[in-house]
């Protein structure tokens, strides 16, 4: 930067976007230059302005947003897809509305509770007392030898035992008894 005039960076040195390096080399161009120091002079009034124009012309007037911006599809409404609108209800109607619904809840809640009630009192079915007792033995059994012509003679394998005395099971056979 000898003898050649800065012109080329005097509006990056007035942005601010040289480095270090660049800005003190235009600097110490401009010390001893009239015509950049003038340049440099100029660009810095005409800065600001580029500056705030920018800043308008980036920023969209009121309402020219939403025109640029496409509309949603519209879709064809039949008697059967338009909004379900309610009725707007008095404060009147809405009391009323609420006891109502109040009142149907206590008398479900009534109506639950009795059934309860008459289903402990009236059980669905007598409980009758069913026990099996199996007993397993580890001795050997005895075979049967038959002769030809002879019925085999077979002997129950299961045999009915009461419960013993004492047992949940046998105050039931008991209380049926009587």
Do not use: K
Request: charged share 15%; hydrophobic share 45%; net charge neutral.
């Amino acid at each position: 930067m000898n003898g050649e005039h800065i012109i080329d960076l005097v509006p990056d040195y007035v942005l601010e976007l040289l480095p270090p390096a660049g800005r003190a080399s235009v600097e110490a161009h401009a010390a001893h230059c009239e015509s950049c120091r003038r340049a440099i002079l100029a660009e810095r009034q005409i800065g600001p302005l580029v500056r705030q124009t920018l800043t308008l012309a980036s920023r969209p007037q009121p309402g020219r947003l939403a025109a640029l911006m496409p509309r949603p599809p519209q879709l064809a409404r039949s008697r059967w897809t338009r909004p379900l609108r309610l009725p707007v209800l008095a404060r009147e109607q809405l009391v009323a509305l609420r006891s109502f619904a109040a009142a149907l809840c206590l008398m479900v809640l009534l109506t639950v509770g009795s059934l309860q009630l008459w289903q402990a009192q009236y059980p669905a079915g007598d409980p009758s007392a069913t026990a099996i007792v199996v007993t397993a033995t580890l001795a050997p059994t005895a075979t049967n030898t038959v002769v030809a012509g002879e019925q085999p003679e077979f002997e129950p394998a299961i045999q009915l035992v009461p419960a013993p005395a004492g047992t949940p099971v046998a105050a039931l056979e008991t209380a049926g008894q009587n």
